[in-house]
């Protein structure tokens, strides 16, 4: 089994920046992919990013050119965010993907003020 924790949500003003870091556990060697979803209120939650144990990354359209995911290693994953707007307010979710399952944290919450 896998477990995640993430961590680095907080408050920051518009035009900020947040590091996201997400730690995984246990059976490390089942990862693949990994990735960063988030939730707004009242939204479903949604793709930001995602990285294959490869290197290969993915961004939705809404955070290309200042989010920047990274995966130093096998059980590590940062979500680098910049020029943070009120619209990124969310809780942030990371996942890792097995060959039988997704595993999701517990989420982080990050705010961005106006």
């Known amino acids: 089994q896998v477990q995640l924790v993430e961590s680095g949500g907080g408050l920051v003003q518009a035009g900020g920046s947040l590091r996201l870091s997400c730690a995984a556990s246990g059976s490390i060697f089942s990862i693949n992919a990994m990735g960063w979803y988030r939730q707004a209120p009242g939204k479903q939650r949604e793709l930001v990013a995602d990285i294959t144990s490869g290197g290969s990354t993915n961004y939705a359209d809404s955070v290309k050119g200042r989010f920047t995911i990274a995966r130093p290693n096998a059980k590590t994953v940062y979500l680098q965010m910049n020029s943070l707007k009120p619209e990124d307010t969310a809780v942030y979710y990371c996942?890792?993907?097995?060959?039988?399952?997704?595993?999701w944290g517990q989420g982080t919450l990050v705010t961005v003020s106006s």
């Open positions: 996942k890792a993907e097995t060959s039988d399952l997704g595993v």
